[in-house]
């Protein structure tokens, strides 16, 4: 199922591969987890994922100040943020890939760690790699090493260290890479999405690996996301969203997060752009009609006589369903009228010599 999500139809837009971001919005409550993958599966998104850390393989306790809004989330230190969230283990994890088994929708967590990867594997089609470990080479290489498609962000990155990631994945043994378009700002303000990088790096990329993006911009008050319409029309494979049961929640990623309504609406959307598309072969049967009834036929603009030549001022192009298409006037000039033809009457293939 994945693999169509990323090579099946040929245009991205399609068919992207929706991942609900939920990340540790559950708070570090194992049934708000469950309920927000039960919600994720509603909206319709095809994986729930999640975060795997612990605080202290993470972030320094000393020098890692905070890089979100603080007005949302006060917490000044990236240790002491994730601090709060880091208590889930493999039996959390087990349980909740189980859950997502049940009802039929993938189940991802973003590994922060050697550990985690391995934690992880047994559990998950794919990996993803998030923005800020893009230059971690031991993870890169852990990753890889499960040859498993990989998912990388590729927010606050040059295109020369993203080559020089995608590389070392590939050594490593990664199967199938899809970079994710991203800006590492919590939240990103609607000037600052560059969504026009998409297009970039399918020209630049796009020859050995899968192109998505990665969205931290605020659902409009309406819920709608015009950022992952922009990014789907692009021809964004695989799109991550933030995901959660409530966005006036304090936290860091609950105030640019989506609930199941806004996703809902937003694959509907897309369902009506797929059939707004249609396939990359041009069906001219839907056109039957119009190409029978519609186009001009060659009529006659005056009496003609037979055995009198037929010139370009005895003929007219009417639309029609009789006679022969104005596509063939060539090769009815100059020839020799068979029969009478009346004025107005169309001219078939064998009204003349």
Same mark, same amino acid.
Do not use: W
């Given at each position: 199922m994945l693999d169509f999500y990323l090579n099946g139809v040929g245009y991205g837009f399609l068919r992207p591969y929706l991942i609900a971001e939920i990340g540790v919005n559950h708070g570090g409550d194992l049934q708000r987890a469950k309920d927000l993958i039960r919600l994720a599966h509603e909206g319709g998104a095809h994986a729930a994922k999640f975060q795997t850390y612990k605080a202290d393989k993470l972030a320094s306790k000393e020098t890692a100040p905070a890089y979100w809004d603080t007005s949302e989330e006060p917490t000044k230190t990236q240790h002491e943020l994730f601090s709060k969230y880091d208590g889930f283990g493999e039996k959390e994890y087990l349980e909740l890939a189980d859950y997502c088994s049940e009802l039929g929708i993938d189940f991802l967590s973003t590994p922060f760690d050697l550990e985690s990867v391995d934690l992880l594997d047994p559990l998950m089609?794919?990996?993803?790699?998030?923005?800020?470990?893009?230059?971690?080479?031991?993870?890169?290489?852990?990753?890889?090493?499960?040859?498993?498609?990989?998912?990388?962000?590729?927010?606050?990155?040059?295109?020369?260290?993203?080559?020089?990631?995608?590389?070392?994945?590939?050594?490593?043994?990664?199967?199938?890479?899809?970079?994710?378009?991203?800006?590492?700002?919590?939240?990103?303000?609607?000037?600052? /999405?560059? $969504? #026009?990088?998409?297009? +970039?790096?399918?020209?630049? @990329?796009?020859?050995?690996?899968?192109?998505?993006?990665? =969205? %931290?911009?605020?659902?409009?008050?309406?819920?709608?996301?015009?950022?992952?319409?922009? /990014?789907? $029309? #692009?021809?964004?494979? +695989?799109?991550?969203?933030? @995901?959660?049961?409530?966005?006036?929640?304090?936290?860091? =990623? %609950?105030?640019?997060?989506?609930?199941?309504?806004?996703?809902?609406?937003?694959?509907?959307?897309?369902?009506?752009?797929?059939?707004?598309?249609?396939?990359?072969?041009?069906?001219l049967e839907v056109q039957k009609t119009a190409i029978g009834n519609a186009r001009r036929r060659i009529s006659a603009a005056e009496p003609i006589a037979a055995g009198s030549a037929i010139t370009e001022q005895s003929l007219i192009a009417l639309r029609g369903n009789k006679g022969l298409e104005i596509s063939k006037w060539d090769s009815v000039v100059g020839k020799t009228a068979v029969r009478d033809i009346a004025e107005g009457e169309s001219i078939s293939e064998g009204d003349f010599s």
């Open positions: 089609p794919l990996f993803k790699i998030a923005s800020a470990d893009l230059t971690n080479v031991p993870l890169l290489r852990k990753v890889g090493a499960k040859k498993k498609p990989v998912l990388m962000s590729v927010g606050a990155s040059s295109h020369e260290e993203i080559s020089n990631s995608v590389e070392i994945l590939k050594e490593a043994g990664a199967t199938q890479i899809t970079l994710l378009h991203c800006v590492l700002n919590y939240p990103t303000p609607k000037e600052h /999405a560059q $969504l #026009a990088q998409i297009p +970039v790096l399918i020209e630049k @990329f796009g020859e050995e690996v899968s192109i998505g993006y990665s =969205d %931290h911009v605020r659902p409009n008050d309406d819920g709608s996301m015009p950022a992952l319409e922009i /990014a789907a $029309l #692009a021809g964004a494979r +695989v799109i991550e969203k933030h @995901f959660t049961d409530d966005k006036t929640a304090k936290g860091n =990623d %609950h105030y640019h997060a989506m609930n199941s309504e806004d996703l809902y609406r937003f694959m509907s959307r897309l369902a009506d752009y797929e059939s707004l598309q249609g396939g990359p072969e041009l069906d």
